[in-house]
């Protein structure tokens, strides 16, 4: 069974660790990269919402969710609204269904509008990253046609 969990000074460096495969590593940043995100976000009246991802008692993953600011360029649905700004299943976890559990857990969550009120959710993505768009699709998100950062896609749930 999928949970999220806070991160803790006891699981902060198992966080750290978990890593993407070799040919993922252009999609997302480091998990360490994305908690220090977290506290430059809460130092400057940001929401980060940074949760472990665990099957059972075993850590698999790792999701920052953020509600309103990001810190990057961001769509202008962003105001007011949740993103998924990161979220990874490690390499030896994947292909097992943990991230569309995963997924499931967090748009569960971010339903009971943790931090504020909303009406979407967003995802910035890697065009190339056809995997992650697949089960962010199949989640009921689609892609806007706005462009953030250059080359990451924009796709949208209504909450």
């Known amino acids: 069974m999928i949970s999220l969990r806070k991160i ?7 966080v750290f660790l978990l890593k993407v495969s070799e040919d993922q590593s252009r999609f997302v940043a480091s998990n ?3 908690v220090a995100s977290c506290y430059v976000l ?11 991802i665990y099957a059972d008692e075993v850590m698999v993953g790792f999701v920052m969710i953020v509600y309103g600011i990001t810190g990057y ?7 007011n ?7 990874m299943i490690s390499e030896q976890y994947q292909k097992r269904g943990y991230g569309r559990e995963a997924m ?3 748009v569960e969550y971010i339903r009971t509008y943790p931090v504020g009120r909303a009406q979407y ?6 065009h190339e990253n056809i ?9 009921g998100f689609h892609d806007t046609g706005e462009r953030i950062n250059e080359n990451e896609h924009v796709t949208l749930l209504k909450l």
């Open 8 to 14: 803790t000074l006891e699981n902060r460096r198992e």
């Open 104 to 106: 499931t857990k967090i």
């Open 81 to 87: 609204n949740y993103c998924i700004l990161r979220f």
């Open 42 to 52: 809460s130092a400057n009246e940001g929401n980060p919402l940074p949760f472990a």
């Open 121 to 126: 959710c967003w995802i910035p993505y890697v």
């Open 131 to 139: 995997v992650a768009k697949k089960l962010y699709e199949e989640f």
């Open 73 to 79: 360029e961001v769509p202008k649905i962003a105001d």
């Open 32 to 34: 360490l990269s994305s």
